[in-house]
């Protein structure tokens, strides 16, 4: 039953996306991070992968790595009370239709026929850079699924919290807890992991690419509503 549920929630195909070479620009970058594990105040793991990406220790808003901290709509940057599309940022579904003015790869789904082709989150557009500072951004989907290929990971409970562990080979691990999404005012699916990347779905542009996992299903690349409140892991680079 927790299968079928998670594959209901992420209806939209699980497979890998083709990397992004436009738009956006908020892929991987040459930022600065002193060695000391920390980076504006927020700590850092290095799990000693090929990109050499550092993953923030918890989420945004979050003060231990078992916090679920706070979440936010896709290019949004300040969580609030009501996910929906009525007042998302950058669109709404009216009528049947959708009506996006701000990443549209697609005139089906742009408020009148609008286009701009960007992939990518925008640096202004994204909740690490907003809440942690200049050195912090959300990850690339890419990022996720070289965190997923490059370590062990299991369904553990961390404090009580279930979520998953990321362990590399240098011994460093990573906890991110099933945190679910809200969904309007509620939150919904308590028991699954549910984090956003930069990346949008350029087939269908009202969804953005994220890493999603329960206890059962594991790892899923899937994509989901960009009015969607869910959370969000930051990651830093160092030169």
Not at 11 to 16: G, L, M, R
Not at 41 to 67: K, M, Q, R
Not at 95 to 100: A, I, N, Q, S
Not at 221 to 238: I, W
Request: include cysteine; aromatic fraction near 16%; charge should be negative.
């Amino acid at each position: 039953m927790a299968v079928f549920m998670l594959m209901m929630v992420f209806a939209v195909s699980c497979n890998k996306p083709i990397e992004p070479n436009n738009g956006g620009g908020n892929g991987p970058q040459n930022d600065s991070v002193i060695d000391d594990g920390l980076l504006n105040g927020h700590a850092y793991v290095d799990l000693g992968l090929p990109s050499s990406i550092l993953w923030a220790t918890c989420n945004l808003g979050a003060d231990l790595p078992e916090d679920f901290g706070d979440y936010f709509a896709w290019g949004e940057t300040e969580p609030k009370e009501i996910y929906d599309w009525k007042c998302y940022k950058y669109g709404r579904f009216i009528h049947e239709r959708y009506e996006l003015n701000k990443y549209c790869t697609d005139s089906v789904y742009g408020l009148n026929g609008f286009v701009d082709d960007l992939t990518l989150l925008e640096l202004d557009d994204d909740a690490a850079r907003a809440c942690w500072g200049d050195g912090w951004r959300m990850p690339t989907i890419e990022e996720w699924e070289e965190l997923f290929e490059h370590t062990t990971n299991d369904w553990t409970a961390q404090n009580g919290v279930n979520g998953w562990r990321f362990t590399a080979s240098n011994g460093n691990s990573l906890f991110l807890p099933a945190a679910g999404y809200y969904w309007d005012g509620e939150l919904n699916a308590a028991d699954l992991g549910v984090y956003w990347s930069v990346t949008l779905n350029e087939e269908y542009p009202y969804r953005a690419w994220g890493f999603h996992f329960n206890s059962f299903q594991g790892h899923l690349c899937g994509s989901s509503d960009r009015n969607r409140g869910q959370t969000v892991r930051a990651v830093c680079c160092r030169q």
